[in-house]
Each structure stands twice: as C-alpha cells, then as structure tokens.
C-alpha cells in the first residue's frame, strides 16, 4: 500500500503547487481584509456566483470525509420575513442580557444585513449522513459540525477574495429555523449568511471600531 | 455613527487590497492542495514557525470578537505518550463499530501522525471567556466552538502555504484530554493537530484515495 501510493504520489507531486512569499503576503492580506460584514449594497451577485461559491467551499476538510455541509439559498421573501422575525425577537433577548451601557452600544450596532443582502443562505450540518462510514467521529460527532464551519470559512475567503462580504447571522433560534425552511430533523442548524457587495471595507472589525471589544494578542491564547 | 463610519472607512479603503484572477486561482490551489496529513518526516519546524502561524489563526472571525480559541503546545514527551494512548483506545472502540471489509481497510488507514509529527497542538474553545460580552451566542453558544474551528481552519491554509501539513486527530476523549494537558474545566476540547513537513503531497484525499468515500458533487449539496 505504501509502495503505491510513494508511486502515485511521486507522480502527482509534479504538479503540486509551490507557493512563494507573493502570494503568502496576499493571503495574510486576504485574512486581514476579510470582515463579518452588516452592511452591504443591495445590487445582486451575478447569476452563479452562490454555487460557484459553494463548489470552493466543498473543498474543504471533514471528518471522515463525510460531507456533512447542507446549504439552503433562501430566495423566498415570505421565509425571509420569518427569519427576520426570529432574529427580531432573539435580538430583543439578547439587549436585556445586557448592562445598560452595553445594551445602548448594542443597539446601535447593526447586527444582520437580512434588510439589504442580495443572497441569504442557511447552512446546516448532515448529523446523519452515512458518507465516511462513521470514520473519526465515534468519541466527537460534533466534528461533523466542525466540519461544516471550516466549509463556511472557506466560502467567506473565496468570496472576500471576489470582493463579496458575508455577515455570520448567530442570533437566531436553532428550532425556527428548522421550521421556517422544513429541513430533516436530523439537520443541525450552524448558522445563517448574508452575502452581498459591502458597502465598506476595513481591516479592523466593526465590533473593535465602535468600542465593542478589543482583539487580544495571539501570544495571551499560548500555553506550553 | 454611519457618517464616522463612511469618513473612516474612504480614507481606509485606500489601503484596501484587490485581489485579481491570478490570486484567486493560487487560493484555489491551496483549497485543492490541502490535505489531512497523517505521514510527516520527522524534521522540526524551523524556532518560532508555530507561535507565527498561531498569530495567523488569530486573524480569523469569532462569535462578538470573543476570541475564544486556545493554544496549547504539547512538547511534553510524558504527554504526548498519554495522548497516544488515549487515541489507540478510542481508534480501538472504533475499528469494532466497523463491518469486517471496512475494519481491514481502517486498519490500514494511518490515522494519526502522533509518533512522527514533529510538533502538536491541542485547541480548546474557552467557553467561559468574557471577551464580547456575550454578544452574538445567547441562542447559540456553540458558536464560540464554531470560532475556534475557524482559527484551525485559518491555521491549516497558513501552514500549508508553507508547505507545512497538518492532521487533525479527532479520535480521542475530551475528557481525557483534559485530564492530560490539565487545562481549565470550561475550556472545550476541539481537536488535536499534528503538523510538520508532510512525506507525500496529493490533491486527492487519502481516504478517497483508499476506497474509503469518494467526495460528492456540490450541486448534491444545494436546496433552494
């Protein structure tokens, strides 16, 4: 078996890309640039991008390879209004969670582009699917759901580096959702993105701009 | 606030990157060129390459700017013998959920680059961080693991746009492992990550490679 694959791979490692220090600057620049974005212009993606956007993002690592990424374009303006209504009603939650100082501050963000965002998709994460025979998820089934945030990471970079911001929509109700779009049960609900032409582009994250928290340096998440 | 926002944001879009055809075809390379990699060479990492990458991963999107993730770099031989263990009893559990042809097959997958990776990572999710005030994970506080699992996925491209490969051993007991690494009771158990210089390249799964699942059209994938 080793001895196949040392031979295929010698054969593939001909054309495996080499990457230099160009194109490393460009993706730190890409990772720097990349914004969870709230507002965006309403002029629509051209026809194909979201699928296209989803085919780089089924490149991506899961567990077993399993697969386990669903996504759901919502494209209905009826089930649109409800997902606005569950965001309304779970935001209102959220602000009494919060000091009164936080709460104004909280306010005044603008936490869901749902208004304006030409493409709206649900992504959820396949907790039943056969694909990959189990492998690697018997002590962790949540990597099944992990493996459909490292799709959802892929689709957000691919499609900043088109110049598209995505919005991560997190305040929203697990079971609503399931309803409002009668998916399978056995879907777990991972999260809701807006996708559209932002209106502006930045390099600091809104939430660090308007005093919201502040980005930590990396060295304080290290332990040895 | 939105007319600071627009003033803010035209003097900063100056220094915004474009990102052109040629990038976005190096990025897709990347996305195709990754791979899980389970068969390293032995050689160390250069001093300082993983507290880099680290510094990389910290770029990536969190749940209300909570930076949740946490780093722990294991160079404890003890405990990384520890570690091995509590996977070869979990790989065991495992291989027995298996039908016979699947279990030969796993048998002969190499699941883990435990004795050769040059260096390892365990990642937590810090579930009780204050960071954010809680903003954006009241309905969903899994998001906070979502964001960590978004700093892996960042840190995987960064290593692999140095030619570094990283496999991610999921094939463990969380609690275990934080008896192990004897890191705090709200920290979350994400992952295990081997990386260093991997023996083969591919743009192929290995696991596809090996009869074991074969990668599904995106269109499959899609609901409207």
């Known amino acids: 078996m080793d001895r196949v694959g040392d031979v295929s791979v010698a054969e593939r490692r001909e054309g495996a890309p080499e990457f230099d220090d160009e194109f490393r600057q460009r993706l730190y620049d890409l990772l720097r640039w990349r914004r969870d974005v709230r507002r965006f212009k309403r002029a ?9 956007l989803i085919g780089i993002a089924c490149l991506s690592p899961s567990v077993g390879l399993s697969e386990p990424w669903r996504f759901v374009i919502v494209e209905d303006e009826a089930r649109r209004a409800l997902i ?27 936490l869901a582009g749902l208004d304006d965002a030409p493409c709206q998709l649900a992504v959820f994460s396949d907790r039943s699917t056969a694909q990959g025979a189990g ?11 992990y493996s459909v945030v490292n799709a959802v990471h892929t689709l957000w970079l691919a499609a900043r ?21 009668d998916v399978p049960r056995d879907w ?21 701009r308007f005093g919201w928290a502040e980005r930590q340096p990396a060295a304080a998440m290290i332990r040895r």
């Open 84 to 110: 606005r209504q569950c965001f309304e009603e779970c935001n209102k939650d959220a602000l009494e969670m919060q000091t009164p100082d936080r709460a104004a501050l909280y306010a005044r963000l603008k």
């Open 161 to 181: 580096a088109e110049g598209i911001g995505l919005g991560w929509v997190s305040i929203l109700d697990p079971a609503s959702m399931h309803e409002i779009l």
């Open 44 to 52: 629509p993606l051209s026809a194909g991008t979201i699928d296209r």
């Open 135 to 145: 492998l690697g998820r018997l002590t962790m089934p949540e990597t099944l759901d």
């Open 188 to 208: 777990r609900f991972i999260g809701y993105f807006c996708l559209g032409y932002p209106q502006t582009e930045d390099d600091t994250p809104e939430l660090e």
